[in-house]
Antibody, heavy 121, light 107 residues
Framework: EVQLVQSGAEVKKPGEPLKISCKGS????????IGWVRQMPGKGLEWMGI????????RYSPSFQGQVTMSADKSIRTAYLQWSSLKASDTAMYYC??????????????WGQGTMVTVSS | DIQMTQSPSSLSASVGDRVTITCRASQSITSYLNWYQQKPGKAPKLLIY???SLQSGVPSRFSGSGSGTDFTLTISSLQPEDFATYYC?????????FGQGTKVEIK
């Protein structure tokens, strides 16, 4: 079964660093882009960017460029999203998703269960 | 960035109703338009890609149409499990922006 499993909920203070993870299984991890999507409480979906584990190419949304860093460890089939200094406005659910290209498909076809990040003093 | 605008923002419908949601792009995206369904507390699920292609495992009551800037998601006969929020997303260019969502509620 193809799946993405994300790390658990986090509660952090403003200014703290954080790294959340997304582990892929059931497919060749290095041949699919992994995307990250933010959903603030009660709000819609925001596309943050995508990362290609095969060669570490990254494409950020301008809204998130410089605010987060995407990376991966191919050896353990895990993608990461990290912050160096959290803000209260980073409080949200974060989803990772597999970007599937091919046969005109260019969409997130597999999603992780989400990681809730709460930033509060 | 390409802006995606959905309408309506919410709607009330009954089981068995035909439901139509529209999505408009701020510039042509040819057919690079996806539709997702999200239920409360759950991750989104891909329904339709490339404007009209049904994702594997998705019921045939869901269909998509359109090209250029105007797109439609249709549910031919609304079922109880279809009450959810629906999002369009363009995959023509980066950033691959989402619409603001359409919440389908029970009448």
């Amino acid at each position: 079964e193809v799946q993405l499993v994300q790390s658990g909920a986090e509660v952090k203070k403003p200014g703290e660093p954080l790294k959340i993870s997304c582990k892929g299984s059931g497919y060749i991890f290095t041949t699919y882009w992994i995307g990250w999507v933010r959903q603030m409480p009660g709000k819609g979906l925001e596309w943050m960017g995508i990362f290609y584990p095969g060669d570490s190419e990254t494409r950020y949304s301008p809204s998130f460029q410089g605010q987060v860093t995407m990376s991966a460890d191919k050896s353990i089939r895990t993608a990461y999203l990290q912050w160096s200094s959290l803000k209260a406005s980073d409080t949200a659910m974060y989803y990772c998703a597999r970007q599937n290209y091919g046969d005109s498909k260019d969409a997130f076809d597999i999603w992780g269960q989400g990681t809730m990040v709460t930033v509060s003093s | 960035d390409i802006q995606m605008t959905q309408s309506p923002s919410s709607l009330s419908a009954s089981v068995g109703d035909r439901v139509t949601i529209t999505c408009r792009a701020s510039q042509s995206i040819t057919s690079y338009l996806n539709w997702y369904q999200q239920k409360p507390g759950k991750a989104p699920k891909l329904l339709i890609y490339f404007a009209s292609s049904l994702q594997s495992g998705v019921p045939s009551r869901f269909s998509g149409s359109g090209s250029g800037t105007d797109f439609t998601l249709t549910i031919s006969s609304l079922q109880p499990e279809d009450f959810a929020t629906y999002y369009c997303q363009q995959s023509h260019s980066t950033p691959r922006t989402f619409g603001q969502g359409t919440k389908v509620e029970i009448k």
